[in-house]
């Protein structure tokens, strides 16, 4: 049902905000580090309307029309995100009133593709539109942080809302997330990205996330930093006690394989790259500790299948995968994958 349908008027303004892969940089954001994702071509799309008090929503994924009046707590459905969005635009002091929203998320959910981050950003910028607030993409992108962190009470870095709201179609954006300076790179040429998914959901990620930036957090006190960002010599990490160790070397290498990663885009070098991503998802599985067997077999599979690099993709503990191959090698690739992972999903 569309929203003329559900609410009886046509939408005053309408939005997008796309899913995205990480290609490198995972577990840095929440230190001021760097990451590397890329917006995938599967996108959020939000219409909106005016309202009074109120915030009300229908998700064609779900078949549901939601309200809640303003200032309500969040309930673990999909409109906190729309009230969350809502409650952070009024907490920075821009005259909302309420609204109503008609969603359509082609972003597959549960994946670690970034669902959420494209729904806050789709709403916040057809909020934008709807009542002509002097925001940026990048303010849009902090607001959308804000609302997931601070309302809806997942404790995410900004990287997913940044690549959502500024990030562009077939190119990787480069991200400080310190300084929040930022860069749209070509993907090495004659590659293909493809995200691997085997519908394995996430295994308690959130309390494993949280986890993960506690032991990051302890490991930058320790070390007497300000983000574990700021730690010039890797090998000051080895006095830590484990596994706080093994956490910093993670953040640490991982900054590092950004910045060599960023080098090898702007060569145009796809190797190099993908030796990267392979180093990537190790220090991910051993280091930080985040990934799953079945994740590091997938990987395993899709360099055997002639992928130049794969690593699991978002915070881990389930998930998708992300694999950079030659262009020319995608169909033997995908054939040689889905043989010996049935249920896998190419996207
Ligand atoms: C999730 C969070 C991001 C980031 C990644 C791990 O996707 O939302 O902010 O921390 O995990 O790289």
Known sequence: ??????????????????????????????QE???????????TRVEAGRAEG??????????????RPLESPPQGDFLDYLLGVVWALREAGHPVPGARFHVKGEVPMGAGLSSSAALEVAALKALRLLYRLPLSDREVAVLAQRAESAYVGVRCGLMDQMVASLGELGKAFFLDTRTLT??????PPKTRVAVLDL?????????????????????????????????????????????????????????????????????????????LM??????????????????????????KAGALGAKLTGAGFGGAVVALLEEGRYEAFRKALLSRFPGLRIL
């Open 278 to 303: 392979v180093q990537s998802h190790r220090s991910l599985s051993q280091d930080c500790e985040v990934s799953l067997p079945e994740l590091d077999r997938l990987v395993e599979e899709a360099l």
């Open 182 to 187: 930022h860069e749209n790179l070509p993907l």
């Open 1 to 30: 049902m569309g929203f003329q349908e559900i609410f009886g008027a046509l939408p005053e303004a309408s939005a997008k905000a796309p899913g995205r892969v990480n290609l490198l940089g995972e577990h840095t954001d929440y």
């Open 33 to 43: 580090g760097y990451v590397l994702p890329a917006p995938l071509p599967y996108f």
């Open 199 to 275: 519908g394995l959901g996430r295994r308690l990620a959130e309390a494993g996330y949280n986890q993960r930036r506690q032991e990051a957090e302890e490991a930058a006190r320790r070390l007497g930093v300000r983000a574990l960002r700021d730690v010039a010599d890797p090998s000051l990490v080895e006095g830590l006690p484990a596994p706080l160790n093994k956490r910093a070397r993670h953040v640490v290498s991982e900054n590092l394989r950004v910045l060599r990663g960023v080098e090898a885009l702007r060569r145009g070098d796809a190797r190099t790259f993908g030796e």
């Open 54 to 67: 109120r915030v009300e929503a229908y998700s064609e994924n779900v078949r549901e029309l939601r309200a």
